[in-house]
């Protein structure tokens, strides 16, 4: 469920000389997280809301789990598609629940199903509902109100998640706590998700694969990893910052460059970290804290053992180059 | 203020006029000023037009449209009850129009987006929060439309303005006074009360509800 597949998509509005979107094809998979990523003005809002038919395509097709999400009915399509914007565009005569119940209510569900829905949305996203709930979003914080945002689209427990450059309005702590809100989030529920962003570091951070646009067309659509050591061309070289070493560490897990603990081995005083944190993280510890390797344990167990080495190695193997 | 209490029977009889026509006229108005209001932010080329030759008509004085209307309409209260029913149009279509106009485009795409039809953003999202606007034109419309339902008095329309204008051509200061109060407490009452209904939307703000202590993180 959530899978979405673009066909020779494009969009041309009437006042425009060349295409807003321009045969855009790719295909998302069911649970994955996609960002689309460009300069302002390269098209990635406007393809993202031609998947809840905010605007239509001029021709091409796309596709909803194998369904032309032309022959569906819209606000039908649009109900099982969560919608988040930037400065969450949450309803100020509501108040936070009455809000987040919004779709749940298109959807008919029944009272008491509503108000449980409320309560278990507000404790995913860790807003206490008793403190909440009859807020309205006025009274809400920046960061606060994007959480509500999230709760709200995803009350209706819909298959997919388009967001829309969520974050941009907000300071760079309380953005960073929300992108690690997002993968936790996506670890737990397993959403589709769409994601606008011009912002290379959260691309980085949130995407299992990253669409590349520019001036309506997709320039590359491919694994962070890939993106930094093998751009398509010189655009998405100087976009993602190819060169920047420390950036490529941030994309790569610790797994990649941990070596077996040699059986002799006791000494248990090493700074550690787990096989999933980033090699960039790794960097940073040894760096902070000089020692000569770090642990890798996962669970309360050792596993492998990185040194400063491994990481330079890893690196010069992986340089990017320009193409 | 003696005349007042002396007289209870005239001046109930007086009031009821007044507000018979004060609300009749608000109603047709409010009838009218919501579709024109509509049509105004559908589409706004509409604007200079029909806003504009609303302002128009709210420069002539109420006593020389009146007379205007008195040939077509007769000495009666129908004129006057046109006559307010125009310049309540003014105040109405104008707040209407520009309430609409002031909704954020991001919450109208939000509820677009979440899979509302045209009915329920209109009754969810675009009435509630024009409603406080439009409420307040009507309580401006309401005292224009009191005041000019004392000069209705003059067109044979009755109301409380009679008091005044009988009282001049008799000399009787106490029915004056008595007329003047018993417009401004009514202008007073009427305005006290839309108030209270403006207060009664929901929202922050309008309640009083403190906000929280801001949250340092998230």
Redesign the interface.
């Known amino acids: 469920m959530g899978d979405l597949q673009f066909e020779e998509v494009s969009l041309r509005f009437p006042s425009e000389s060349r295409p807003a979107v321009h045969h855009v094809t790719g295909q998302i998979h069911s649970g994955e997280v996609v960002v689309i990523l460009g300069p302002s003005g390269c098209g990635k809002t406007t393809l993202l809301k031609m998947v ?1 038919r ?1 605007y239509e395509p001029t021709s091409g097709q796309i596709f909803l789990d194998g369904v032309n999400i032309q022959k569906l009915k ?6 099982q ?1 969560g ?1 988040v ?3 969450a ?6 108040t936070v629940a009455a809000n987040i119940a ?2 749940p209510r ?1 959807l008919g569900w029944p009272k008491p199903q509503i108000q449980a829905r409320i309560d278990e949305m507000l404790d995913l996203v ?1 807003l206490s509902p008793g ?1 909440f709930r ?6 809400l ?1 920046g ?2 109100q994007q ?1 509500v945002g999230i709760a ?1 689209a995803l009350a209706g427990n819909p298959t997919m998640l ?1 967001m829309d450059e969520p974050f941009g309005a907000i300071d760079g ?2 953005r960073t ?2 992108q690690d ?1 997002i993968l936790r989030l996506q670890r737990q529920l397993k959403k589709t998700i769409l994601f606008v962003s011009h912002d290379v570091e959260e691309a980085l951070r949130l995407a299992d694969r990253i669409l590349v646009m520019r001036q309506g067309e997709v320039v590359q659509f491919d694994s962070p990893l890939t993106l930094l050591t093998q751009p398509a061309d010189e655009f998405v070289y100087t976009l993602l910052g190819a060169d920047d070493m420390v950036r490529q560490l941030g994309v790569l897990p610790v797994s990649a460059a941990m070596t077996a603990i040699p059986p002799e081995d006791h000494n248990g005083a090493r700074p550690t970290l787990s096989p999933q944190d980033n090699l960039r993280e790794a960097l940073s510890l040894i760096l902070r804290t000089g020692a000569p390797a770090l642990t890798i344990s996962q669970a309360g167990q050792p596993v492998g053992l990185l040194t400063l080495e491994r990481i330079r190695k890893l690196a010069v193997g992986k340089g990017g180059t320009p193409p | 203020m003696s005349y007042l209490l002396s007289h209870p029977g005239d001046l109930l009889a007086l009031l009821g006029q007044h507000l018979g026509m004060t609300g009749l006229a608000l109603a047709i108005a409010i009838f009218l000023a919501v579709p024109l209001a509509l049509l105004v932010a559908r589409l706004p080329w509409l604007n200079i037009p029909i806003l504009g030759s609303l302002g128009v008509l709210y420069t002539i004085p109420s006593l020389a449209l009146m007379i205007f209307l008195v040939p077509i309409f007769g000495l009666n209260a129908t004129s006057v009850i046109v006559a307010m029913v125009l310049y309540a149009q003014v105040i109405l279509v104008r707040h209407l129009s520009v309430g609409l106009a002031g909704l954020d485009p991001d919450v109208m795409a939000a509820a677009r987006a979440m899979g509302m039809n045209l009915w329920q953003r209109w009754w969810w999202v675009q009435v509630p929060l024009v409603l406080p606007v439009f409420l307040a034109g009507v309580r401006l419309a309401t005292i224009v439309a009191i005041a000019i339902a004392t000069i209705g008095a003059k067109f044979n329309a009755g109301g409380l303005g009679k008091l005044l204008f009988d009282g001049l051509q008799t000399n009787r200061y106490d029915k004056i006074v008595a007329g003047a109060i018993a417009v401004a407490a009514l202008a007073l009452a009427m305005n006290g009360l839309l108030l209270w209904l403006e207060q009664l939307c929901p929202g922050p703000g309008r309640r009083k509800s403190a906000p929280g202590p801001p949250e340092p993180l998230g």
């Not at chain 1, 819209?74 to 109900?79: E, G, S, W």
């Not at chain 1, 565009?89 to 509501?94: E, I, S, Y």
């Not at chain 1, 009859?134 to 009274?139: I, K």
């Open positions: 809840n905010l819209v606000t039908r399509l649009r109900q598609i919608y914007i930037q400065q565009g949450l309803f100020p005569h509501m919004v779709v298109l860790r403190e009859h807020r309205y979003p006025a009274q914080s960061g606060q959480r709200r388009l702590i309380t706590a929300l809100e």
